[in-house]
């Protein structure tokens, strides 16, 4: 429906190939643009954000969040990732290989790429399906993160998609000892910190 919408002179059967590799889905907007649509349609903010909000992330939440709305937990978890008040992101690995990542818009951390972390539970989960947890464990930060500067604590849980399909839920909690400065706080004084946000020696 959403292809019918939005791009009504595109060939609508070459559309949503599950044959297309995933670097041409980034290429062109449209996939991304009907999958907003269709979240939109099937998950309106107005009925779904609430919902995201009196709750830490966690699959319990997005598994009854999918029944209620009748989406899939993919769907439903990318949706949530976007609605939630949290640090958190969506990663999708096949075979132990990150191929997507999807991040909340305040998530600051840039995460590790490629091959899942050799001690986190979604690369268990994938080497050992039986003996893995469902549950939310606290991982080292670094297993995921490119830094784990003004990271608290790592909490990942992951549910299996299909046969080869990991999906995993990631929530960062910032460090309240430490100071960041994005786009919504003042820079700092330059008489007391260097332009990167180190303090200066006197």
Known sequence: ???????????????????????????????????????ELLMPEPLFSPRCQAEE??????????????????????RYVEQGPWDCCAVWSQNGNIRWISTSESFRWKLREGRLGPRTYALDFTESPDKATLLRKEVAALQWLESDRDVARVREQSRPIGAEGLLTLLWVEADPGEEWWGEEHDEPDPERFTPDGRRRRW
């Not at 190939?17 to 449209?30: D, F, I, M, N, T």
């Not at 966690?58 to 937990?73: D, M, R, Y």
């Open 57 to 78: 992330p966690s699959f319990e939440l997005i598994e009854l969040l999918a029944g209620e709305f009748q989406t899939s937990l993919t769907a439903t978890a990318l």
């Open 1 to 39: 429906m959403g292809h019918l919408a939005l791009h009504p002179d595109m060939n609508q059967l070459a559309l949503c190939s599950v044959k297309e590799g995933l670097w041409q889905y980034r290429a062109r907007p449209e996939e991304p643009e009907a999958n907003l649509f269709a979240a």
